[in-house]
């Protein structure tokens, strides 16, 4: 199209030359792969993740480059934006510069066109017909007709031209394929956040990257109700409402207000046999002050609500802040001897007065069910559901944090029944378990009850005094001496061990003790150790129980496993999940498009053009017909600007058809 | 689809044609009406529509949807409802259980891959001819194999049930199968059996990778889908980007076909093999109308596409990786088709620019799933 007028190029003034250039098919052709190859980018870079996450990945000088370049957000970058906006100027000037031949060419049947260029056409032939040219125009232009072709007669002086065409909407084609690129573009363009942009630009918005409540949020980072477009989203909890939306800006957002308020009723999920989730639905009631009563819709996903022209979209979900009722054991007398009872939920926080430090407790998350493998073995196959679990974060002054994750109901080991505790310092780190003991009648009492006996000094001292008495019972004669020396060991076995269980008394011996007695004197201490435990247990805790119950000793053997890791474990308190009532919310994403139809439009014109283009050749034939005596001679000539080689036949053919055709028929015979 | 001779070669009986499809659509209305909302029945509708237009150009065409429709349904009669007769009844064991359907297909794709090329070495057109019937056998057994899974989707169980292009290894049988089909209407249209083998090569990668992917990976289970694909328009997008790829990747063989012709005719333009292979021009004609069909369809599909995340995902364009992909293989070939319109580029130059938008094409169809994530829920591998 662009070559024909390439050499005068450079004598044209600046404008033409310009406009030439930016119409010309080479432009276009780079323009569109340019367009995919920075298309790649935004596909193989995570598009809007949190800014923290790129700085770790490509470390801060190479974080700050890209930022520049808007890699983080490619697609609304300038510098795209303006590759997208060349290709559109280029195909208007591309359009402008061609319709008005396209147009003339869908119409004219090119009557002026001379002998001898038909002459010189790929596809001409000749005959005679033993007609004259008065009787055989009717009939040519009759079977011309019959395959389609429009036509019309001129005089050349003595001669006369039947030219024909069919197909010329072809032409139509190439117009609607490039306007179309050009309506789409343009109705993006209403859908884009351009208009974001230049209000940030100017300094009008301002993007909010705080955690802030709504409430709170400044005004120059909110958005009126307005006709712009918009894409953004909200979460709400089941049974409460909203009537704004967040909408992501790079590392920020900016809080879009909705014309109308959106309440959630209910949330559910579908799951099919096999527990796959099977559909994801909220119960909207739109509040709208142009509305007598709220409207009611149930929204799934592929299923939105279109409600003045904003689109409500099931996006995801969560926890809507769960109400838990918890009780607190405390695994250590400075948190008192008896269960505290604690009515919270979840992303809700509390203070835990812990002697003299305080800790936040921070309800994290709440499962209704955790069908999962065994949390305690490695087996992934054997999936159970280990009921309902809560999951919260236990932060002391200092601003650490660690993780917890306790399950409701209690978990059976070996025949016997545990509640199991999951404690880690960090995310990345596995989850370690605790296995509390479960008593007779269900509870921790009795665990607890060993517990505060242990960390009770008079009792270990009793305790302790007892145990010595019987050891040196077997001496002829006292020597109080040694009685001291045994007393103050046995006690501070036990203190050891509720400061760092059985390993601390190991260390101890490993670094306290001269070499030489190590190897005995070891399992003697950790002898009188567990000889400790059991006469505390059974004088303090259970008294009345014989100690040669295999029942009470298994469960001394577990209490002690408990006591001993508990000092890993880090919390004062074990919290038993009692009683709950699930509150979902659910993460709409809202929508508003006014270049959508416009797109759509747009994408009409693409499909019907492209199919126009390559499916509707645009094929001419013209035939001079000439007196010879009382003969005609016939030249005929064709083009078509498709497929060239199916033309072949097809002008075979028709010049076969016109061969034949003679007064009597004007029908063509097939063969 | 204007070419005169072709209407007139049907033009014969094509009023049976039309007439057993409308029976046909009645019928599927008349015992399904009850779960097809109105889209579905538009869809239906237009199915029975286009396959109308498909079997007027191409009688082929009608031969085998008679036979996969007998195939199909003797098939459902065999099960019942009991999915458990694919065990014990001979039929479906060994021929007509989706499973066993699909391999006869790869074994006959296999086969014809093979005869195409020998009939190629020994010149031989009978070989050639024997290549197109197992290719059309294949097709058929795919094609079939496809139904009786759609039906066996929902013997699973009631609320399981989904048409058969919504995973990877579902799309794999539909590649195969549309690709076969597209090249077996250029070969009754152009008469360029000598390209079989070439375009079955690109086949047969598909049905080694469906197999691997089934034995490996046991892709072939029937798991329910994830609410975001549960949509008629996963009817129409998934098929219609496969006439888009299947094109595509028919074009780039024929580059290939058309570079080793090229090649040879360079070294000895008299040899044996040139003569019997087809004209440059026409070899170089076919690769341009496969990609002229392969962009239109793909342009349908994108915007198919865009439709229904608009309807899924709050936006018609959200530059999710896949979508992304699609654009950059739709402008690769809108920038191929104008240096071939406009700059009147043909040939070698365009041979190659096809093979390397097979490329781009298998990366938005395959590696997009494999090494990039998005809100596109199906076949991460
Ligand atoms: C995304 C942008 C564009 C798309 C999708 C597009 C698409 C097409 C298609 C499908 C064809 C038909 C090719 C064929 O007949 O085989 C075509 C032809 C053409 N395009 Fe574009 N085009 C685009 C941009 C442009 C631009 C920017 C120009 C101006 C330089 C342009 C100029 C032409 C011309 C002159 C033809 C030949 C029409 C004919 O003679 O049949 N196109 N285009």
């Known amino acids: 199209m662009s070559e024909q007028d390439q050499p005068r190029l450079h004598n044209l003034p600046f404008r033409r030359r310009l406009v030439h250039f930016l119409g010309s098919m080479d432009l276009a052709i780079t323009l569109l792969l340019t367009l995919a190859i920075a298309s790649v980018i935004g596909t193989v870079l995570q598009q809007n993740q949190p800014y923290t996450d790129y700085v770790i990945k490509f470390g801060p000088f190479w974080f700050e480059v890209f930022e520049q370049l808007g890699l983080y957000d490619v697609y609304s970058a300038l510098w795209f934006l303006a590759i997208l906006a060349l290709l559109v100027i280029s195909t208007s000037v591309c359009v402008v510069r061609n319709a008005p031949s396209m147009i003339r060419d869908i119409w004219q049947l090119r009557t002026q066109i001379q002998k001898k260029s038909l002459k010189l056409m790929q596809h001409h032939a000749e005959w005679s017909a033993p007609q004259t040219v008065s009787a055989l125009t009717p009939i040519y232009q009759q079977q011309l007709k019959a395959q389609g072709f429009r036509s019309r007669l001129?005089?050349?002086?003595?001669?006369?031209?039947?030219?024909?065409?069919?197909?010329?909407?072809?032409?139509?084609?190439?117009?609607?394929?490039?306007?179309?690129?050009?309506?789409?573009?343009?109705?993006?363009?209403?859908?884009?956040n351009l208009p974001l942009k230049i209000a940030e630009w100017q300094g009008k918005l301002q993007i909010e990257t705080r955690d802030l409540a709504i409430r709170d949020i400044p005004a120059n980072s909110r958005l009126p109700v307005s006709d712009l477009a918009f894409r953004g989203s909200v979460s709400i909890p089941e049974g409460r409402g909203a009537e704004v939306a967040f909408l992501p800006v790079r590392d920020g957002y900016l809080l879009q207000a909705l014309p109308f308020r959106i309440e959630v009723e209910d949330f559910r999920i579908e799951h099919y046999a096999n527990g796959q989730p099977k559909s994801f639905e909220s119960d909207l009631l739109i509040h709208d002050p142009e509305r007598a009563t709220p409207l009611a819709e149930t929204i799934s996903v592929n299923h939105p609500l279109i409600y003045r022209e904003h689109a409500i979209y099931q996006a995801s979900f969560g926890d809507g802040g769960s109400k838990l009722s918890i009780e607190a054991w405390p695994l250590d007398t400075r948190m008192g001897q008896q269960p505290v009872s604690l009515e919270t939920k979840v992303f809700a926080n509390s203070e835990l007065i812990w002697g003299d430090t305080t800790l936040r407790l921070e309800m994290t998350s709440f499962r209704p069910f955790n069908i999962n493998a065994d949390p305690t073995e490695d087996d992934p196959d054997n999936l159970r559901n280990f009921g309902p679990s809560i999951g919260y974060k236990l932060r002391a002054p200092t601003g650490e944090a660690r993780e917890y994750e306790n399950y409701m109901l209690p978990v059976t080991r070996d025949g016997r029944e545990f509640y199991l505790s999951g404690v880690r310092n960090s995310p990345a780190e596995q989850f370690a378990y605790l296995y509390l003991p479960v008593d007779e009648n269900g509870g921790l009492d009795k665990f607890v009850a060993f517990s505060g006996a242990l960390h009770d000094a008079d009792k270990t001292k009793r305790v302790a005094n007892t145990m010595m008495l019987d050891a040196l019972s077997v001496l002829p004669d006292k020597d109080p001496q040694l009685e001291a020396s045994l007393q103050l060991t046995l006690e501070t076995l036990i203190a050891m061990f509720m400061r760092g269980g059985f390993d601390e008394v190991r260390n101890f011996v490993e670094n306290e003790l001269p070499e030489a007695e190590r190897d005995n004197l070891a399992p003697a201490y950790l002898g009188m150790l567990r000889e400790m435990l059991a006469r505390m247990y059974f004088t303090e805790v259970v008294p009345e129980a014989n100690p040669e119950d295999p029942e009470q000793v298994q469960f001394l053997q577990d209490a002690v496993d408990a006591m001993g890791s508990l000092p890993r474990y880090g919390s004062p308190v074990f919290l038993k999940l009692n009683d709950f009532e699930h509150i979902q919310s659910t993460g709409l994403q809202i929508a508003k498009a006014p270049g959508k139809n416009t797109v759509y439009f747009g994408c009409l014109l693409l499909v019907i053009g492209v199919f126009l283009l390559f499916y509707l050749p645009q094929r001419r034939m013209w035939l001079w017909l000439e007196a010879d005596g009382n003969e005609t001679s016939v030249l005929m000539a064709g083009t078509s600007n498709r497929n060239s080689r199916e033309f072949n036949a097809v002008f075979a053919r028709q010049k076969q058809l016109l061969v034949g055709a003679n007064g009597n028929s004007a029908e063509p015979q097939t063969t | 689809m204007t070419s005169t001779e072709l209407t007139q070669k049907s033009a014969r009986f094509n009023w049976w044609w039309p007439l057993l499809l409308l029976l046909a659509t009645i019928g599927i209305f008349y015992f399904y009406h009850a779960t097809l909302d109105v889209y579905e029945t538009s869809i239906l509708i237009i199915t029975a529509i286009a396959m109308g237009f498909l079997g007027y150009f191409w009688p082929a065409f009608r031969w085998h949807s008679?036979?996969?429709?007998?195939?199909?349904?003797?098939?459902?009669?065999?099960?019942?409802?009991?999915?458990?007769?694919?065990?014990?009844?001979?039929?479906?064991?060994?021929?007509?259980?989706?499973?066993?359907?699909?391999?006869?297909?790869?074994a006959l794709f296999l086969a014809a891959t093979v005869t195409y090329f020998a009939g190629l070495w020994r010149r031989s057109d009978y070989l050639e001819k024997i290549g197109t019937v197992l290719t059309w056998a294949a097709t058929t057994f795919g094609m079939t194999g496809l139904m009786v899974r759609w039906r066996e989707t929902h013997m699973m169980g009631e609320d399981i049930g989904y048409i058969p292009v919504s995973n990877l290894y579902e799309v794999f049988i539909l590649f195969a199968v549309i690709t076969a089909l597209l090249y077996l209407y250029y070969e009754h249209r152009y008469q360029t059996r000598k390209l079989g083998g070439f375009v079955l090569l690109v086949i047969s990668a598909a049905v080694f990778f469906q197999l691997w992917y089934m034995f490996e990976r046991n892709a072939d289970e029937i798991q329910p889908l994830v609410p975001a694909l549960q949509s008629y328009w996963m009817k129409i997008h998934v098929p219609a980007n496969f006439i888009g790829y299947g094109s595509f990747a028919m074009a780039a063989m024929i580059g290939v076909a058309y570079l080793l012709v090229n090649w040879r005719q360079q070294k000895n333009p008299t040899s044996a093999w040139v003569q019997a292979m087809p004209s440059l021009s026409l070899i170089d004609?076919?690769?341009?109308?496969?990609?002229?069909?392969?962009?239109?369809?793909?342009t349908v599909a994108t915007i198919l596409g865009a439709l229904w995340a608009a309807e899924a995902w709050g936006g018609y364009w959200s530059w999710d990786p896949k979508e992304t992909w699609a654009l950059i293989v739709w402008?690769?070939?809108?920038?191929?088709?104008?240096?071939?319109?406009?700059?009147?580029?043909?040939?070698?130059?365009?041979?190659?620019?096809?093979?390397?938008?097979?490329?781009?094409?298998?990366?938005?169809?395959?590696?997009?799933?494999?090494?990039?994530?998005?809100?596109?829920?199906?076949g991460t591998l």
């Open chain 1, 154 to 192: 001129t005089e050349k002086n003595g001669a006369v031209l039947i030219s024909a065409m069919r197909g010329g909407m072809n032409r139509l084609g190439y117009l609607f394929t490039h306007i179309a690129i050009v309506v789409i573009c343009l109705g993006g363009l209403m859908d884009s």
């Open chain 2, 66 to 106: 008679i036979v996969v429709s007998a195939l199909s349904l003797s098939a459902l009669q065999l099960y019942g409802v009991d999915l458990s007769r694919a065990e014990n009844n001979f039929l479906l064991q060994y021929l007509l259980a989706s499973q066993s359907a699909l391999m006869w297909m790869s």
């Open chain 2, 285 to 298: 004609d076919v690769m341009y109308k496969s990609i002229a069909l392969g962009f239109a369809f793909f």
């Open chain 2, 331 to 378: 402008l690769n070939y809108a920038a191929w088709l104008h240096m071939r319109m406009t700059k009147g580029w043909s040939g070698v130059p365009m041979a190659w620019w096809a093979i390397v938008g097979l490329f781009v094409t298998l990366f938005a169809f395959l590696g997009v799933n494999m090494f990039l994530s998005g809100l596109h829920s199906y």
